[in-house]
């Protein structure tokens, strides 16, 4: 027996089906999708359209401010399909909470061309026209150079936006963003040849990144309360550690952070002072490499830095970026001079032996030569003999004094 028999309302037309839908409030309208598949597909219809590329924006726009402003259920479609220039296309979905989703179609074979892209939020609300419609959240994957301009034009209609997510614009080589005060979430994941990002935006308090990590510049300093650089793939140029300060700035007070072994290592622990804290730190989702034995000590060291933490988070990943021992060694390239303090004898426990392998490590670790290396104290004239050939005279600095004796090995 068919279950469908005795429901004779969702065996109507599609015709009826709407002009019943119109006398519902538009709460009642969205729950009949859970009434049964029919109902379910109603709401799903998709209109579709044929154009050139040039004509998408006003396409988008008068589907949307249909949509937005002139709510019709006897005319209802969530979704537009555009296509144009032979077989490609964009798919709009409008979702609840003022969600707007544009997808465009991409070929896995198809080489990317490399493209920048400055996109402008900042919007003046004695402008509103009967083209702008309100969006808090906006996803754009796919973009490519070719649809930039388009996207771009169709932004330009859009009030209010809250949150903006970037995902898989293969050949985006740098990317900017700018906005008012509205901007609060920046969501880019996966497009994996962006090398450069700028952030114009004064209220951002959500950054959700993965790919290769790039070069990002700040136009202002934010606290931000959640932040994601899921960096696995490694750095997409050569950084260099100092370049990070600003960033941590704006990440010091986070509530949810994930970060890689690797970003931790190379671009956060050089940059932090020695009073620094993560004080509002709640949530730390750890990305380790794991490609020898485990090493606990930064995961231990970055935990220290969290007085509040309470939830921890471990992904071994062994495929991701680590730091070899060659960028180890450009680390200390900048490295001048190296005073090791309390070689006082033998009284102390500690062995000739320790002590050379302890000078050993920054004679293999740093390429400054000739180093510079001193001991603080006189008296173990023999360790200091063994690097003779590579020590010079040491000129005396007045920030020696806060060790009071200024006196160091000839």
């Not at 008068?62 to 006897?74: D, K, T, V």
């Not at 002590?355 to 180093?371: W, Y």
Request: charged share 20%.
């Amino acid at each position: 027996m068919d279950p469908n028999e005795n429901d004779l309302i969702s065996n109507l037309p599609d015709e009826v089906l709407y002009k019943i839908s119109s006398f519902l409030p538009f709460e009642s309208v969205l729950q009949t999708t859970f009434l049964s598949k029919r109902w379910r597909n109603l709401w799903n219809k998709i209109s579709v359209q044929n154009g050139a590329l040039e004509d998408l924006p006003n396409a988008a726009i008068n589907f949307l401010i249909h949509y937005f402003n002139h709510f019709n259920p006897l005319n209802y479609f969530r979704k537009l399909q555009y296509q144009f220039d032979n077989g490609k296309a964009l798919f709009l979905s409008v979702l609840s909470n003022q969600k707007l989703h544009l997808h465009f179609s991409s070929h896995k074979h198809e080489v990317p061309s490399e493209f920048d892209w400055k996109l402008n939020l900042n919007y003046d609300h004695h402008q509103l026209s009967h083209s702008t419609f309100f969006v808090k959240t906006l996803c754009l994957k796919s973009v490519s150079r070719l649809t930039t301009e388009a996207v771009s034009s169709l932004v330009s209609s859009i009030y209010s936006l809250e949150s903006l997510k970037l995902i898989e614009c293969n050949g985006l080589q740098s990317f900017s963003v700018s906005s008012s005060s509205k901007l609060r979430s920046l969501t880019i994941l996966d497009c994996l040849q962006l090398e450069f990002l700028h952030i114009g935006s004064s209220k951002l308090r959500s950054f959700r990144y993965r790919g290769s990590f790039p070069r990002i510049q700040l136009d202002y300093h934010f606290n931000m309360e959640d932040v994601m650089l899921d960096c696995r793939q490694g750095p997409g140029y050569l950084y260099k550690s100092n370049e990070f300060d600003p960033i941590l700035l704006t990440v010091k007070n986070a509530e949810t952070l994930t970060i890689c072994k690797w970003t931790f290592e190379a671009l956060i622990f050089p940059s932090l002072s020695w009073n620094f804290q993560f004080y509002k730190l709640k949530e730390l989702w750890w990305i380790d490499d794991l490609k020898e034995n485990f090493n606990v000590k930064p995961l231990i060291a970055i935990i220290k830095l969290c007085p509040t933490l309470e939830r921890l988070f471990v992904t071994f990943d062994p495929e991701s970026y680590r730091i070899s021992s060659t960028d180890k060694e450009v680390r200390l390239e900048q490295l001048k001079v190296v005073i090791l303090k309390g070689f006082t004898g033998q009284e102390d426990g500690s062995s000739s032996e320790e002590k050379l392998k302890i000078g050993n490590f920054f004679m293999n670790f740093t390429e400054v030569s000739p180093l510079q290396l001193k001991l603080k104290d006189v008296s173990n004239l023999k360790v200091g003999q063994i690097w003779s050939e590579r020590i010079e005279s040491f000129p005396k600095h007045s920030h020696l004094n806060i060790w009071g004796d200024t006196k160091v090995l000839d």
